[in-house]
């Protein structure tokens, strides 16, 4: 998994214990695999902040900011506050049951180590390569991004997408290749930089919604007025509207991947029963400041008709991809725009960068627990799993479909493919942490002894199960339409929809047959193996951390004071 290997990699800079526990194949396999295999061993060089930033850093991205941008003029300012606000729900009790079962064993192994133990091996299984399918779909995408927000200063006809993707490409993987406490340092900064950014957004979009800007214009929910809150999309009236609204929960779902990465790394950090309580609390804000405030205050300011927007149907030839820069530039603020379509060149430059760290690590994590070919496990001196990487930029050349097509139809295609493998990951946690819920009330384990409880208990992942299951079946609907004003049916977009169910299905009924592995029963399944350990280490590290602190109170006032709530 990529998350264990952002723990694996960071936390013995910040003096953790690193525990060798000995047990059964299927231990040693949640605990990373083989156990000291040559040329198999990363180094340990990423910093407890370098995996904060890149998990905070990671969730804002392409998703939030420019993928807002069709979702707004496909369906309106309404339609994506409702859409955004209610998956972000979804989220958070995704993140909430997540939550409770790190905080009661953190495996290094993460989300999948869960699902082994508590749910059915098959679905480890599934679960694990479907996040790296997620992850190898990202880097091209977010390429394909970038040409996006490249092609608002040089159009596609003056010089071709493909040079853009070349020197992204390029550089994200030389980034990778000469080391983790290169990657660390320079994504630790890129992300500070980008939840900075989107700091600013948010006060500039809201100071411009009053009237703050050179025009003086106060636009409060004028828009929302005309052309109005609702757009319609293949049929007119309320059934119009209806279909423009669901059809903008795949740009919800795509907005907030990689938010369960976040609760994963901090559910494995040494101190799981005080970080998994506050970790759950401010993702929760996270969410309402990051996504619901930025798509409401950005709704105010640019109607879903705008030709500058480059996915709306009159677009002109300068369109930006986020309706961002759009709410700049229609406030008439000189040469903002153009500072503002830099810094989300940026941002989409760390997301591609980070993106491919975590898919060449999740395959990485794959090969030491025997799921994948050996050979990607191999890494080389300074500790880089070479074939992991190589084989994770390969797939990235996908992103080269953008010189035949144009960036803003690919950029659907990956969408596409991600959200629904995101989606299948969301189903799985949700199933996993039914499966503990029902071991637990079948091995008598109190509610009290949890470190962390959801807040909805299993009621919260059923209603979220039910909705991720009816989302990733009906998400591309319009894919069967076949009123004449939309076309027939549309194979291409169909394949990208709903290719990661099937395959979904055939990794875990074909790891069922080859190995004949069952379901977990509830009364047998591994609530304890490990446990004792973790917490012994735990105590070790709160000691080692409060005298730490001790030692150092005056000098990190400041931190614990004005940052630390942050992360």
Known sequence: MAVTDLKNEGFSEEKTVEKKLSGDDVGAAEMGGLSNPEHVDLHRALKARHITMIAIGGAIGTGLIIGTGEALAKAGPGAIFISYTWTGFIVYLVMCALGEMAAWLPLPSGFTGYAVRFADPALGFALGWTYWFKYIILSPNQLTAGALVISYWIPTERINAGVWITIFLVAIVCINYFGVRFFGEFEFWLSSFKVIVIL??????????????????????????????????????????FYAFWSTMVSATFAYLGTELVGVTVGEAQNPRQTIPRAIKLTFYRIVVFYVVSVLLVGTLVPYDSPKLAFAVNSSSSAAASPFVVAVELAGIPVLS????????????????????????????????????????????????????????????????????????????FVNLVSIFGLLTWISILITHICFVRARKAQN???????????????????????????????????????????????????????????????????????????????????????????????????????????????????????????
């Open 445 to 567: 384990v109190p509610v009290e002894s949890l470190a962390y409880k959801a807040p909805l208990g299993v009621a919260g992942s059923w209603g979220a199960l039910i909705f991720c299951i009816i989302v990733a079946l009906t998400k591309n609907y319009d894919v069967f339409t076949h009123n004449p004003k939309w076309g027939n049916f549309d194979y291409k977009n169909f394949i990208t929809a709903y290719l990661g169910i099937p395959l979904y299905f055939i990794l875990i009924f074909g790891y069922k047959l080859a190995t004949r592995c069952k379901m977990v029963e509830p009364a047998t399944a591994d609530l304890w193996t490990g446990k004792d350990a973790i917490d012994r280490e735990e105590a070790l590290f709160v000691a080692q951390r409060d005298a730490e602190m001790e030692k150092h109170s005056q000098s990190h006032w400041f931190y614990r004071k004005f940052v630390a709530w942050l992360f």
């Open 200 to 241: 600013g957004i948010i006060l500039l979009s809201f100071i411009l919604m009053l009237g703050g800007g050179p025009d003086h214009d106060r636009k409060g929910f004028r828009y929302w007025r005309e052309p109005g809150a609702f757009n319609t999309y293949i049929d007119e009236g309320a059934a119009g509207r």
């Open 338 to 413: 153009h500072i503002l379509n830099a810094c989300i060149l940026l941002f989409v430059f760390s997301a591609a960068n980070s993106d491919l760290y975590i898919a060449t690590r999740t395959i990485y994590g794959l090969a030491r627990e025997g799921k994948a070919p050996k050979i990607f496990a191999r890494t080389d001196r300074r500790g880089v799993p070479v074939y992991a990487l190589g084989i994770c930029s390969v797939i990235a050349l996908l992103a080269y479909m953008n010189v035949s097509s144009d960036s803003k139809t690919v950029f659907k295609y």
